[in-house]
């Protein structure tokens, strides 16, 4: 085949889009738009890292602060919600062998999450409106520094994202719960209960004899509890992005609301509770599950201890609801008792959970050596080592102690956070799209494996590398959300930077690599409407 | 008191060998998932040791930090420690206002910043000649924001802004305000 044809139609044209079903385009297409919003959040943060080596001319540093809020919003968003949205969406009825509640529900968290995402970005980039995810009160109603109607539009985005994420957890416990046309009836119920964990004291304390059967697997139960925290996390955001919408309605309208009628401590306890949601909650429970999946897939082995993951994974979901104040250890107003407790101790009940979680997916792997080095393998490990250097670095700034020199350093934001999620989450996720590619596209074969070698490689190096420099820069005093104009931290920003650029290049190579598998046409013929009229997964086999 | 820098460097070696062994651990394990051998699970007892190591490494670090880290007591017991200087701040539209030009300490003494915003949420940071951090707090309007320190060297230190407070934050920087003499 020649170069053209292959970029035009895909690896020996094996990729049909005519053939997918309606539920493998779905599927498929929040996997697309979740990748290419990767790719935007990438260059992003390497505009970022330019700008931290040396201010780029012209870009003021309005731009700048626009770029960095924006920044963690697409990628959280609009990639990692994209991207794990579609896959669950095709996973839990996989799973379950019964067709989603609702594949029109499915394309509507898929609109409203790609046009949500745009329409924040944009705002973000014309308007320059920028209080950054954190959103400390009363910042995003101060309009001597932002321009009110940018804001709207902001928040607007934002709700649209929302919205989509509603209609993801209500698709996800239907699937669960609901009776299919022709089916035997399903307790719903108690299918409910068994997905979200609340019938965990049957599996634990019962006798071994008289225990019944968890009613939905291991990966399903994860991705339900999961979804708990991404349902409350939806309602914060938007009951926030509602109260903002309020103050910056009034200013249109030439009234000044009282900026101090709300708590800024307390405001700061009810977001960052809402936030952790996703960052100590969804994200790790959600990880955990996939991991879980994924080792049984490759393995084709039941999973190692898999009550006690189950249990780590509702333990994990009520320790999400109650670690938030790890984020307010600087607060000196912020009670003592719960900087303790919920700062320090129960945060810690995360190296335990994912710890376990860590092990239990090792040992299953390791229990059906020798394994082939697949790319959903080796992308599975890096998932891995991810967490393994990043929840322990989380631990050690969520101490009272260490806090006082880590808090808002590089360190946080190097070790902890870019390596959680460029090496633990996005590793994970590739290991799943790297697995579920043959699958959604009824057998369409990599265009290389030389680059998706290359891809792992540099995207691995790449991430640790960005986040150890980072780190050894917030050591030194580097602050994160900031500009330094004298060149003080170059040495450590400058690698950080090379990291960086090899992030971009594995990206460049996966995308090449899914192009010239997919082709032009096939990828366009993804976004068309299927041909099929099945609620079916996969297409019938002839 | 030790200072913070030396808190920092025992912490970097320490995550830095922690890092170097899961990495390796992770090579190994790589390596070896793909070569024929014997592949067995751990057993239930090694399991539930591998739980409780887990469980008491978390919550040992928090211990061991709280009785090796001399700042920690001084900021738990904060109110009822009389301090040897006390600096009012105020901060207003991106900009420190402090009591004096230079607030001046001696080494050793206890040192009590008591910080109020008047409209943002800021930071609060002292940072050495260097760029290094010697502590830092957040600055909450409407709320008491009260840091007590003890210095251990004498030399001149910058109070700049730890949070973010809009694009206007990042130039809160005020150098040489504080001054710990011998």
Redesign the interface.
Known sequence: MSFIDTFLNGEQRLFKPNSLTPMQKLALRFVVVGVLYYGLSAIEGMIMRIYEIQPIPGWD??H??AIMTAHPFVGIFGSSYSIVFGAFLFLVPFLMKKPLWSIKLGNWSFILITFGTLTFWLTGFIN?Y???Y?L????PA?FS??NPLGGAIFILGIALVMVGTLFFVFNIFKTIAYTPEGWEKVPAKAMLASATGFSWKESIFRRKSKRRDNLVSLPVAAIARGSVDTFLNAIIITFTGVLILVYMVAALLGYDLR??AI???LY?NWFWWGLDLIADGLVLIFVAGTWYLLAMLITGKDL??AR?ARLALWVEMIVSWTVWSHH?L????QP?VLK?VSG??VT?????TQ??AF?IT??T?????????TNE??FL?GG??GF??AV??G??QA????N??L???QWIIG?HVHVAILIGLVMTLYSAIYFLLPILTNGAKLYSQKLANFHFWAHLIGG?GMG?FMGMAG?????R???YYEG??NLYMILAGICGALLILAFLAFLYNIIMTLGVNGLIGIFMPSKLKTKALLPEEE | MVDSNLVLNGQTIAYTLYAIVIILLMAWFSYNITRPGKAGVLSNRLFAILVIFLAVLGVSLHIATSMTIPWVPIDLNRGDITPDKTFEITVADHQFHFPEEKMVARVGEIVLFDVKSEDLTYGFGIFRTDKSMVCQMQVVPGHRNDLMWRFEKPGLYTVRSTEYSGPKGHQMIVKDVLEITE
């Open positions: 540093s309005e700048f602060f320059h920028a209080p950054l954190t400390y009160w009363p910042l101060d520094q932002f900026e101090s708590d800024a401590l700061k190692y201890m006690i307010l600087a607060d000196q107003a003592v303790i320090e101790f810690a009940f995360e190296l335990i710890g376990l092990f090792l040992i792997l390791w229990s059906a050596r020798p394994l082939k080095m393998l080796k490990l891995l080592l393994g250097l322990p670095a631990i050690i101490d009272i102690g260490l006082r020199i808090h808002n350093t070790p640790i150890a050591l030194k005093g580097m602050l959300r900031t500009i003080e931290f």
